[in-house]
């Protein structure tokens, strides 16, 4: 068990840019999850799926923001036209999804600079 | 939805101290309850969850009960260590959201 692991782990880009993030899971798990989290504040919710479809997305989701797990196994969370206010720290986690109490693993994070 | 009230840190002890961190949530329901760890420039790891009224998680000395008649899930240890030093998040899980939402989080600091 490798656990979830996500690329790139740092990444600095210009206001009104494109950037994507990789995460892959840990392997059997059918859940995954986003979250972003700002200094000095929990992690917030921003969508989920399960296998492939995604089956939730706050309303923190703006249309800049896209995600996608095609094949059930990683998934990519894209921001086009970043904004400063993008600026966090953006964490995934799976899980052995549908049991009471289902434990969510997180990855190390993404933290993305907008300059 | 869900919504967490954590007490607000820096919370800082000598070691061997004692420890309590507050945390009351509002849900629909019962929800799962979890509290998260985050050590200096790591990820967020479970430290212990609970899953119905009156059950008690416990993790490396750390424990919290499951209390549904006052919504709370505070988190406790009878001796701190230095290496205890992290910022410890509460998170009730909506079964009908499947998210966690979480608390501000506590930073504990334990002096030698």
């Known amino acids: 068990d490798t656990g979830v692991s996500q690329d790139p782990r740092h990444k600095i880009t210009k206001r009104g840019q494109n950037v994507t993030f990789r995460c892959d899971p840990i392997?059997?798990?059918?859940?995954l999850y986003w979250y972003r989290q700002t200094l000095g504040q929990g992690p917030e919710f921003l969508t989920y799926?399960?296998?492939?479809?995604?089956?939730?997305k706050s309303r923190l989701l703006s249309d800049r923001f896209s995600a996608e797990r095609p094949k059930g196994s990683f998934s990519t969370l894209e921001i086009q036209r970043t904004e400063q206010g993008d600026s966090a720290m953006y964490l995934c986690a799976s899980s052995l999804g549908g049991g009471l109490g289902e434990t969510q693993y997180f990855g190390p994070g993404t933290r993305l600079l907008v300059l | 939805g869900n919504s967490v009230t954590q007490m607000e840190g820096p919370v800082t002890l000598s070691e061997e101290a004692f420890l309590t961190i507050n945390c009351t949530y509002t849900a629909t329901g019962y929800p799962s309850l979890f509290w998260y760890v985050q050590y200096p420039g790591e990820g967020l790891q479970l430290l212990l969850k609970a899953t119905k009224a009156d059950d008690k998680g416990s993790n490396k000395g750390f424990e919290a009960t499951y209390r549904k008649e006052t919504t709370s899930f505070h988190l406790e240890k009878g001796s701190v260590q230095v290496s205890d030093s992290a910022v410890y998040f509460c998170a009730p899980y909506n079964n009908a959201g499947n998210m966690l939402t979480f608390g501000g989080g506590t930073r504990l600091m334990v002096k030698p």
């Open positions: 799926f399960q296998n492939e479809a995604q089956l939730e």
């Open positions: 392997s059997e798990h059918n859940r």
